[in-house]
């Protein structure tokens, strides 16, 4: 049975777990000389989630926020719920956006619990086609054991939730990745008919996961495996360019064990290595890379390691499209660290994102410091090469701001950054499920 038995959230990309790499932090953050010009941004929580004894409203949101058109944000939560096994949320805005109402559209586990034949674990992001639909994955649970791939339709009085596929023993176990389709990466939403794309952290040919195809045929999707993953493993997010090829990280193995970068060709799906991470000595190129690679109009790609670089605290890099590749920036352990997820960019080619460490406050940090020296920050990396400091969590007693961010950020219109954190949070009603938090630069 394979229900509950896969790798720790926050350690689903990790090569070493993150606590033991965090304590070697003792320093004090420090924001960067780069960012001292900018001025403050401002901060403002609008969501805290709860404890583990009264989750109905979810708690430990590790995927990215999804920003519909009327301001909406739509994500998951990988555990709480009305059974514990996590859900799917909706936050609506009021007027001016100063407050959000959260409506939970979806829990898992509601049939047959503990085995979850309706999936459960929902950690990654979500996508919406044209009508209004949201899909996505769930880690776990299923009628095969080993996770599902789901639709959510609004029907006017709520939601209808649909299984598209089981996963299994015949294809791939647990699909921890969610979602890619062609134009995902300009904000268009998924046409409703073109093919989805995924990867699964497990199974396969050689049991170390699988690149999927799922193609939507009347009232049923079929999946096609594209891809079985061999001398790599634990394959992050995928991401599709405009001529249909697909790109993609594994965060462990290949010829230097620190993971690798690949392409697999639109079509034959032939799968060619761009990079074996920890190539340099002391893997100052990066180890351990996480998230969805970002593409600039170029052919550019940029993504980064959880560890490795100058100071083991991980890296931001860039592959060009002719092939060089290069670090563009080395986190510290007396600054932000430890970046889990992947990165955003905006018009003017200036890179934001979030690292799961650093960020250090006082002897409080991570509500007693169960993570080591540091909850985490936000960070801009400028297209000029200036690393900018955002915000730094848990900068007060208990971190009702938040701690720990395992999900890339998202951007509104106006230039405001979303994102979520997994722990933190903690209030007058003792919520320390995370938060929901959103930046004004």
Not at 70 to 81: E, F, I, R
Not at 129 to 151: E, F, H, M, P, Q
Not at 259 to 281: D, H, P, S, V
Not at 356 to 382: I, P, R, Y
């Amino acid at each position: 049975m394979c229900l509950f038995s896969r790798r720790s959230p926050q350690s689903r990309s990790a090569l070493r777990t993150l606590p033991a790499v965090s304590a070697l932090a003792a320093t004090v953050f420090a924001v960067l000389a780069a960012g001292a010009a900018h001025a403050a941004p401002t901060f403002k929580r609008l969501h805290a989630f709860c404890l583990p004894s009264d989750c109905k409203g979810g708690n430990h949101p590790q995927s990215a926020l999804l920003l519909d058109s009327d301001g909406n944000l739509y994500g998951t939560t990988s555990s709480g719920g009305s059974h514990g096994y996590g859900l799917v949320f909706k936050f609506i805005p009021n007027g001016d956006k100063s407050k959000y109402g959260e409506h939970v559209i979806h829990t898992f586990c509601a049939k047959d619990p503990p085995n979850c034949t309706d999936g459960s674990t929902p950690d990654s992001d979500l996508i919406m086609d044209t009508a209004g639909n949201l899909y996505g994955t769930a880690a776990n649970g299923g009628k095969k054991c080993c996770g599902i791939v789901y639709r959510l339709t609004p029907n006017g009085t709520g939601w209808s939730f649909t299984v598209l596929h089981n996963f299994g023993a015949d294809d791939g176990t647990y699909p921890e990745a969610g979602l890619t389709y062609a134009g995902q990466a300009s904000g268009a939403p998924w046409d409703g008919s073109s093919p989805l794309y995924g990867t699964t952290s497990g199974g396969g040919q050689y049991v170390a996961g699988i690149a999927y195809q799922l193609v939507h045929s009347g009232s049923t999707w079929p999946l096609t495996v594209i891809h079985n993953f061999h001398s790599a493993g634990d394959p992050g997010p995928l991401l599709m360019d405009a001529s249909g090829n697909l790109f993609g990280t594994a965060a462990v193995g290949g010829v230097y064990e620190g993971g690798l970068m690949y392409k697999l060709a639109g079509k034959t799906w032939k799968q060619t290595i761009l990079r074996n991470f920890c190539k340099e000595a002391d893997c100052a190129d990066g180890e351990g890379p996480s998230g969805r690679l970002l593409m600039d109009a170029s052919g550019n790609l940029f993504g980064t390691t959880v560890y490795g670089g100058s100071n083991d605290g991980g890296v931001i890099f860039k592959r060009t499209a002719g092939g060089s590749y290069k670090v563009i920036h080395n986190f510290s352990y007396d600054s932000d660290q430890n970046p889990v997820a992947g990165l955003l960019m905006d018009a003017s080619g200036n890179l934001f994102g979030t690292t799961f460490g650093g960020g250090f406050h006082g002897d409080d940090a991570c509500s007693g410091g169960n993570f080591g020296a540091g909850c985490g920050a936000v960070f801009e990396q400028t297209a000029a090469g200036q690393h900018i400091a955002l915000y730094q969590f848990c900068a007060t007693y208990h971190c009702p701001d938040g701690a720990n961010p395992a999900a890339a950020l998202a951007m509104d219109k106006n230039g405001y950054l979303y994102g979520s954190t997994t722990l933190g949070g903690n209030d007058d009603n003792g919520r320390t499920g995370g938060t929901i938090f959103r930046i004004q630069r």
